[in-house]
């Protein structure tokens, strides 16, 4: 496959992946997805990576899903590309590391609900998030489903069912931007959001991901019951301890 993901060190513990189709407004297909995909488990794998940014080459985050891959498609190719899609999303769900997504220009059908599935949206705020899969008479589908927990349901048909994006600074305002930044800064503002995570211990984050992501998936009382193990484990690990003892010396 021809690689379209740049991968580069940001600091010592900060990766930075980047779509690298700039004259396509970084459109993904399904070989850019599965490179993207290859790359968070890499990462995930990388005891040297503590937090990944996702971010656009060019003038745009990304446009979402090429459209050759419709107009040229058939039932079975886009089966296989809308699994390769909730692949990637779930990856960046259950990832054990934080993921900020560095949103610019465009950030439309696939790749909103890629940025949806991030722990955090650094967006500039004349960013264009939408989600236009109406246009094409198709329905948006797998983890749009992350817009209602991110927006409220209103919000989310409205772009669901209008197919007409909002700017950065509505995104922020409607909860689903962590933060603006102007262009130059971006990815700087983005390093430094997960940077305020990663000064945790990596086994607390993760875990945290982990409960965080069930209790967006489970009945409300089972959510609670499997918060209890996950602390008792910490305490069996003595971080809990330690810390109190630091802050208490202090």
Known sequence: MHPVIALEALDPDLQLLTIDRPAKRNALTRESIEQLTLALRNAARDPTVRGVILHGAGKSFCAGVDLHEFA?????????????????????????????????????????????????RVCTPDAQLGMPEVLLGIPSVIDAVMLT????????????????????????????????????????????????????APEVIASQKTLHQQWLDLPYSEAVERSIEPLLDAVRAGRPQQAARAILER
């Open 72 to 120: 040229q498609g058939t039932v079975e190719s886009a089966r296989r590309l809308i699994e390769a899609l909730r692949d990637l999303c779930a990856t960046v769900r259950t990832l054990p590391k934080p993921v900020v997504c560095a949103i610019h220009g465009h950030c439309l059908g696939g790749a909103l609900e890629l940025a949806a599935c991030c722990d955090f």
């Open 149 to 200: 927990h991110h927006v409220g349901a209103g919000r989310a048909r409205e772009l669901l069912l209008t197919g007409d994006p909002i700017d950065g600074q509505t995104a922020y305002a409607w909860g689903l931007a962590n933060r603006l930044a102007p262009p130059e800064a971006l990815v700087r503002n983005a390093a430094d959001l997960l940077r305020q995570v990663t000064r945790h």
